[in-house]
Antibody, heavy 122, light 109 residues
Framework: QVQLRQWGAGLLKPSETLSLTCAVY????????WSWIRQSPGKGLEWIGE???????KYNPSLRSRVTMSGDTSKNQFSLKLTSVTAADTAVYFC????????????????WGQGTLVTVSS | QSVLTQPPSASGTPGQRVTISCSGS????????VNWYQQLPGTAPKLLIY???QRPSGVPDRFSGSKSGTSASLAISGLQSEDEADYYC??????????FGGGTKLTVL
């Protein structure tokens, strides 16, 4: 059973860079879409982006200018960096494993990390 | 403002059947399959239905999904108190990004 465990700084000041890492245990790193999703307090889910084992990335257009995702296949880890954070970036950030069935682009997120609350405050 | 539209709330009594709708457009739900996630308070979302109507192993058959055109639905029959949670639909958009619904808070009366 695959497990995702994530960590990173939980309190940032405006203009700083958010940095989170997610480690994958008990499963292959290849063949999946490694994703980041966030949830603002009391709000719904927002897809941030994804990275494959080969390093191919896709980002939410609304965040693209500030997001960078990277992966380390030797450690089965992937990371998220979000620059120039503001209070609007305060959220619980989740990492997740995704795959898709043939014939559809939809990512099926079948395993999730525990979530990391990131608060942006001066 | 979420790309996929869900009712903000739904409710039912134990044993009842409830449905939650999810509406999108031709670029997302109309051309890609829909997945549903259940989020219990304080926890990460859990995959509930994938590819419109498939249940992962371990999900009770009380949960079912369907899709027609650009709209999808999640149905829960034999409602139980432990079903009280937030439910989210999700799909891929042909503009190359994932999209979610705003979520529906299900209350078991």
């Amino acid at each position: 059973q695959v497990q995702l465990r994530q960590w990173g700084a939980g309190l940032l000041k405006p203009s700083e860079t958010l940095s989170l890492t997610c480690a994958v245990y008990g499963g292959s790193f290849s063949g999946y879409y490694w994703s980041w999703i966030r949830q603002s307090p009391g709000k719904g889910l927002e897809w941030i982006g994804e990275i494959t084992h080969s390093g191919s990335t896709k980002y939410n257009p609304s965040l693209r200018s500030r997001v960078t995702m990277s992966g380390d296949t030797s450690k089965n880890q992937f990371s998220l960096k979000l620059t120039s954070v503001t209070a609007a970036d305060t959220a619980v950030y989740f990492c997740a494993r995704g795959f898709r069935n043939r014939g559809s682009g939809s990512r099926i997120l079948d395993s999730w990390g525990q979530g990391t609350l990131v608060t942006v405050s001066s | 403002q979420s790309v996929l539209t869900q009712p903000p709330s739904a409710s039912g009594t134990p044993g009842q059947r409830v449905t939650i709708s999810c509406s999108g457009s031709s670029s997302n739900t109309g051309s890609n399959t829909v997945n549903w996630y259940q989020q219990l308070p304080g926890t990460a979302p859990k995959l509930l239905i994938y590819s419109n109507n498939q249940r992962p192993s371990g999900v009770p058959d009380r949960f079912s999904g369907s899709k027609s055109g650009t709209s999808a639905s999640l149905a829960i029959s034999g409602l139980q108190s432990e079903d009280e949670a937030d439910y989210y639909c999700a799909a891929w958009d042909d503009s190359l990004n994932g999209v979610f619904g705003g979520g529906t808070k299900l209350t078991v009366l």
